[in-house]
T-cell receptor, first 115, second 113 residues
Framework: NAGVMQNPRHLVRRRGQEARLRCSPV?????VYWYRQLPEEGLKFMVY????????ESGMPKERFSAEFPKEGPSILRIQQVVRGDSAAYFC?????????????FGPGTRLTVL | AQSVTQLDSHVSVSEGTPVLLRCNYS??????LFWYVQHPNKGLQLLLK??????LVKGINGFEAEFKKSETSFHLTKPSAHMSDAAEYFC???????????FGAGTTVTVRA
């Protein structure tokens, strides 16, 4: 029973390049959440998606960041023209339902380093 | 809006002694409260959660937490620390009206032999 899968686990990019982070939720889960963890901080909500829909992107930076969760395949968090401040761990979580009492299961994270 | 304050950024205990990690929350509505643990370079694992049922919640690996509404607290305890408990612990809250999880800054636990 596979949990949330994220890849790559580590990603190194130079300033100005694009970063693509992938997340496969727990089988049967249709709700996906992305969080970002800056050094020495807790996780901060970025975006909440259901299949083919962005439900809440209030935590996403207005520029350069986008997310999708297509009908088939993993959820993708895309960061264009990365800057050093984007260096962080990005965690994906999934849940069976989108209610607050439902447990969010987290993946191992992708650690992005921008040189 | 909800928020969490973890009162200790770092806790050091001897193996076999009790562990106490303190957490205070603020929430506009009835909160759901969680404790997650993160081992180095690993994902977050749910230890336990409170969702308006019993106020004393038992979790995995011998951990438990007590919800105290009057004190707006949700402290995590374990009677006897093990070396494998060394990790980062996050107290997390979500409002009944909101699916977004709000994380505390984390408490790093070290266990001395």
């Amino acid at each position: 029973n596979a949990g949330v899968m994220q890849n790559p686990r580590h990603l190194v990019r130079r300033r100005g390049q694009e970063a693509r982070l992938r997340c496969s939720p727990v089988k049967g889960h249709s709700h996906v959440y992305w969080y970002r963890q800056l050094p020495e901080e807790g996780l901060k909500f970025m975006v909440y998606l259901q299949k083919e829909n962005i439900i809440d992107e209030s935590g996403m930076p207005k520029e350069r960041f986008s997310a999708e969760f297509p009908k088939e395949g993993p959820s993708i968090l895309r960061i264009q023209q990365v800057v050093r401040g984007d260096s962080a761990a990005y965690f994906c979580a999934s849940s069976l339902a989108g209610v607050t009492t439902d447990t969010q299961y987290f993946g191992p994270g992708t650690r992005l380093t921008v040189l | 809006a909800q928020s969490v304050t973890q009162l200790d950024s770092h806790v050091s205990v001897s193996e076999g002694t009790p562990v106490l990690l303190r957490c205070n929350y603020s929430s506009s509505y009835s909160p759901s409260l969680f404790w997650y643990v993160q081992h180095p370079n690993k994902g977050l694992q749910l230890l336990l959660k409170y969702t308006s049922a019993a106020t004393l919640v038992k979790g995995i690996n011998g951990f438990e937490a007590e919800f105290k509404k009057s004190e707006t607290s949700f402290h995590l305890t374990k009677p006897s620390a093990h070396m494998s408990d060394a990790a980062e612990y996050f107290c997390v809250v979500s409002d009944l009206s909101d699916y977004k999880l709000s994380f505390g800054a984390g408490t790093t636990v070290t266990v001395r032999a």
